[in-house]
């Protein structure tokens, strides 16, 4: 039996992919809502619900940039000066706000202000940063004997604009969604608001980036079934369960806010997300780099692949349990006075 | 220097990566620091080793940070400023990078959250498992890190196909090429050097301010005994490391020595000011025959002189030839620092020697100058090639404009001194106040079982 080493690498960095969007995601999310705290004992707690793990979440993007690198290194090297001033403004900024964990903590009066602002601002900026680069990618990537041979500006565009304001939205609403499952009283009472605002940014913003993606390359387009001036059902059907997918997560997120549930408005923007990344995901494929290099054009050597698939075979279950684990350690709620009990 | 877009992303290369190795020379050896400090209060029960626990995992925790963010950048930054070396590279050490990310980097940062966070989630025998674990990422990374770059350095076990394209024909070669473990060696012992260095300097700050504080004595005596025993190893793996550099890479080993002509019995030239458009060295001066002695290991040796290699494949002199020089000197010192230690020690009256103690403050960054020296010397050195002998360094370079890449260049060197100042400050601020220092009013909230609220109240930890 041969394994199909390629898919299975393109599936394994999905994943990945997708395991950072929605973990980063929430405490991305959490910086993206500092601003609206009510006092910095507020954010306080709100940092401290993703202290414990946000060092974890992160190290699935280096797995992208290094999983990318080692199985699908022509992808590496096409995409990224593609996506040159993105790349750079999210790395600067994650800088920023990753520091801030602890600077927050040990800077004085004046310090920890600009500490705050440095959190928000980053985790800010690191979001839309991601959604140009993702925006970017989308809309596909000027390619010459394998080498990138667009504009320095390509990546910016009305489209990928569209797509870093639906994932800032996005990204609130897991930060909401996770603090209200995270906290209590008042700061609870806060994060529902967040959650129904961004919940309403999410499902317009989700509309409207699904049907600019169809516009964006007619590739896309067929892939769902749009033949031009109707949608061809047989092509769309089996699409379907992707915005069903995202309805049902819509409406979970809304029940659970409305009947004041702890978990489920968090589980709904899991749900939201999972469909959106889908969605995306179905139509580029088998492209990884749109509309210029599939993913089997881009893999690196059969026997790199098949080493990478030996040690990840082992390690990545091993990654995904003690991940769990920990996460499972700092369960439950955090307060005010955690930490002196 | 003609700063064109190739000029630029090596400087931003070079300047990110001088900064990033920074942190992880210094953490690999905190945390091994500081799993030591634990299993002791866990066998001994002595509350001096958790004290000096409680205390150097916040600064533990400041560095790391720094190193976790800087490191992120370079998994990218070697696709968006060089991706025709990625292409060529990865199908013989893309592995080794993955396997970095998969065997360390997850390690480190899921048990860092237990580590700093966990005291009263879980019981202290899980908590210093850990801070082991977190131990052992720090090693696990330095070898997968060391082992891609001794590759690049001087590459087996690979096949160069029709196309130009490389394959990885014997991974075991790949991975433990020739100069790997010596070079590991040399890098760990590095960063082992650099921490002790760190704690023996703090803890003597500490006893020149107040002779009677025991914690930092024991943490003074500990570091000691570190770098007494770990600067003399390095001398030696250092010299090890070069005798592979005369074999695997001659022209490296000629410019570090600034020897010009190929000759019998070279000298050492103790300084140098070398000259690569005249191809010689304006001014040295030197002791006959060491040169060969020390490279070669035996005085009459022939040692080939950078006559012998084409123009364009000499690598810059002077930067090299006094990279090599700091570190070298800096690591003599280490010695000195470590004998003198020792014998005080021995002797006694460790906290009221106050001549030492000033010299241990003056020797703490003496780990970081000579790791950066000591990198300058392995990667400048090595020029024109990124891969030694396959790939040149110009040849590697991104399709990227010369404008992207200097405002990139500008924002790094911008956001490394504001977070490299705000860093260093905060932690320079922890050393003042020592291991014993009341709790300072918490800043806020700590987050739940956090050591370091732990180590603000009054509480002790379990």
Known sequence: MTLDLPLIWAAILAIAVLLYVMLDGFDLGIGILFPFAGSPAERDVMMNTVAPVWDGNETWLVLGGGGLFAAFPFAYAALLPALYIPILAMLLALILRGVAFEFRARARAGGKAFWTAAFAAGSLVATLAQGLVLGGFIQGVTLRDGRFAGDVLDWLSPYSLLVAAGLVAGYALLGAGWLVWRTEGELQGRARRWAWIALGAVAVLLAAVSFATLLVHPEVAAHWGWVGDGFDIARLAPMSPIPLLA??????????????????????????????????????????????????????????????????????????????????????????????? | MHLDALMLSRLQFAFTIAFHIVFPSFTIGLASFLAVLEGLWLATR????????LYWVKIFAISFGMGVVTGVVMSYEIGT????????????????????????????????????????????????????????????????????????????????????????????????????????????????????????????????????????????????????????????AGDMSGKQVLRYQPAKLATIEAFWDTQAGQAFHVVAWPDRAAAANRFELSIPRLGSLITAGDARAEVKGLKAFAPEDRPPVGVVFWAFRVMVGLGLAMIGLGLWGGFIC????????????????????????????GWIVAEVGRQPWVIYGLLRTADAVSPVTKGEVSASLVAFMAVYALIFGAGALFILRLIDLGPTAPPVPAAGARPPGNALAAADGAEAPP
Not at chain 1, 317 to 334: H, L, Q
Not at chain 2, 46 to 53: D, I, K, M, Q, V
Not at chain 2, 198 to 226: F, H, N, Q, T, Y
Request: proline share 5%; charged share 10%.
């Open chain 1, 247 to 341: 309805g049902v997560g819509l409406a979970v997120a809304a029940a659970g806010l409305a009947r004041r549930s702890h978990g489920w408005p968090f589980a709904g923007a899991l749900m939201v997300f999972l469909s959106g990344y889908l969605g995306l995901a179905a139509g580029f494929f088998p492209y990884i780099v749109p509309y210029a290099l599939t993913f089997r054009q881009a893999a690196n050597a059969d026997n790199a692949l098949a080493l990478l698939l030996v040690g990840g075979g082992v390690l990545l279950p091993a990654i995904v349990g003690y991940s769990a684990w920990v996460y499972w350690v700092f369960r439950g709620k955090v307060g005010a006075d955690a930490g002196y009990h």
């Open chain 2, 346 to 373: 021995w002797r006694g009256g460790l906290a009221h020697a106050r001549g030492f103690l000033w010299a241990a403050v003056a020797m703490g960054p003496a780990g970081f100058v000579a790791v950066i020296a």
């Open chain 2, 81 to 236: 400023n060089w991706s025709v070396y990625s292409a060529v590279a990865a199908p013989v050490i893309g592995p080794l990078l993955a396997f970095e990310v998969l065997t360390a980097f997850f390690l480190e940062s899921s048990f860092l959250g237990v580590m700093l966070f966990g005291w009263r989630k879980v019981g202290p025998r899980l908590h210093f498992a850990a801070s082991l674990l977190v131990a052992a990422g720090t090693l696990i990374s330095a070898f997968w890190i060391v082992s891609a770059n001794s590759w690049m350095q001087a590459p087996t076990g690979y096949v160069r196909l029709a196309s130009g394209a490389l394959r990885a024909a014997d991974w075991g070669q790949v991975i433990f090429s020739p100069t790997f473990p010596v070079r590991l060696a040399h890098m760990v012992l590095a960063a082992f050097l650099t921490t002790s260095l760190v704690v023996g300097a703090a803890s003597a700050w500490r006893l020149l301010k107040d002779p009677e504080e025991e914690e930092s004595c024991l943490a003074l005596k500990m570091a000691i005994g570190m770098f007494a025993i770990v600067a003399p190893l390095q001398l030696l």
């Open chain 2, 46 to 53: 002595n509350a001096a080793f958790r004290t000096l626990y």
